[in-house]
């Protein structure tokens, strides 16, 4: 599908089933090509299909790398077709969980949200703020929605503003106030004869849908390439060339750190890691008619993983696991 094929004129079936086949093609992407069919299946109707989608990944032998934003999702869809019990089952095991990626707090509460159980969206939200805000100066742009939805179900619950909402309200790029975008009464306005009022809700929507096609056409991070410490042995036994941009692997993971906050100091938003292997690279370089010695494919190489949604954000979220690969989390390694 072309990125700039209207939607309404997309077979979501068709695309489903092309994201498929291409997920077979390239297994290290499978990940992200299975959720964007995944979502085609729900667009078209087909909820169980979707499902199945989302157990196939949750099934998968090599592990996920975002395994509860699956869940979130596949809750989320199974809410819509009737499988209440289940979709609140796997929301509560997300919450015990404690995920340090916002998307899957914001998925649960979204859709809890959505079948008026507003004082447990209320509580999801929260919580995954909590979880995740907690001693922050600056919220990563990820955390947005969390704040965004929490303010929004805050106003629909009636109850006084706190300092998040505060926040919330500073970090919205709209031109018109969250208050406003959030008022509960809104609907109201869509029935209104008074030419005032309508103006205003038209105005209110435009603002909506300028934030979402911002949220929409963000670029990809700057990504800087990482290499496990196998791979990168494997890189450069294979092509020697290689071995002055890489002396060492911890030499490779001092400088991934020290390069990401330079460009953080020089004020670069966006920022991100890309994870490489030797096959995808080699695969890359045969793409591009270039040998795998050259030092100039590799930034080209990482710009492409980043393309293709294989960036993980820089820094890591709080209390979140170091980028190395260590185990250990980021403010005990190299935020350290």
């Not at 596949?74 to 209440?84: F, I, R, T, V």
């Not at 909402?165 to 106030?177: E, K, R």
């Not at 509960?184 to 205003?200: F, H, I, M, T, Y």
């Amino acid at each position: 599908m072309r990125p700039d094929t209207p939607a309404e004129n997309v077979e979501h079936t068709a695309e489903a089933a092309r994201l498929e086949r291409t997920a077979g093609l390239y297994p290290e992407d499978a990940e992200a090509l299975l959720l964007q069919a995944a979502a085609h299946r729900e667009l078209s109707g087909d909820r169980p299909a979707a499902t199945t989608l989302y157990d196939r990944l949750l099934s998968s032998a090599d592990g996920l790398e975002n395994p509860y934003l699956v869940r979130a999702l596949k809750a989320s869809n199974l809410w819509e077709y009737g499988h209440e019990a289940e979709a609140r089952a796997i929301i509560t095991g997300i919450r015990v969980a404690a995920p340090r990626d916002p998307a899957p707090w914001v998925i649960v509460a979204e859709s809890l949200e959505a079948h008026d159980e507003l004082e447990a969206a209320h509580e999801t939200f929260t919580e995954g703020a909590r979880l995740l805000l907690t001693d922050v100066a600056e919220p990563p742009y990820s955390t947005h929605p969390l704040l965004f939805g929490r303010h929004r179900v805050r106003r629909m619950l009636g109850v006084a503003h706190d300092d998040w909402d505060v926040l919330a309200d500073t970090l919205s790029s709209s031109p018109v106030p969250l208050d406003e975008l959030h008022d509960p009464k809104r609907v109201w306005s869509l029935g209104s004869d008074n030419p005032a009022e309508l103006q205003a809700e038209i105005s209110r929507l435009r603002a909506e849908l300028g934030t979402y096609r911002e949220a929409l056409s963000r670029p990809f991070p700057v990504a800087v390439l990482h290499w496990p410490e196998s791979e990168l042995r494997e890189l450069v036994g294979a092509y020697p060339e290689l071995a002055d941009e890489y002396p060492s692997h911890e030499t490779h993971l001092a400088t991934i750190e020290a390069s990401l906050r330079e460009l953080a100091a020089s004020g670069t938003p966006n920022l991100g890691i890309v994870t490489g292997t030797v096959p995808s690279y080699e695969a890359f370089a045969a793409s591009e008619a270039t040998s795998p010695s050259d030092t100039d494919l590799l930034p080209q190489y990482a710009t492409t993983l980043a393309a293709r949604g294989r960036a993980v954000e820089w820094p890591p979220q709080r209390g979140a696991e170091c980028w190395c690969g260590s185990g250990r989390v980021y403010e005990g390694c190299h935020g350290a």
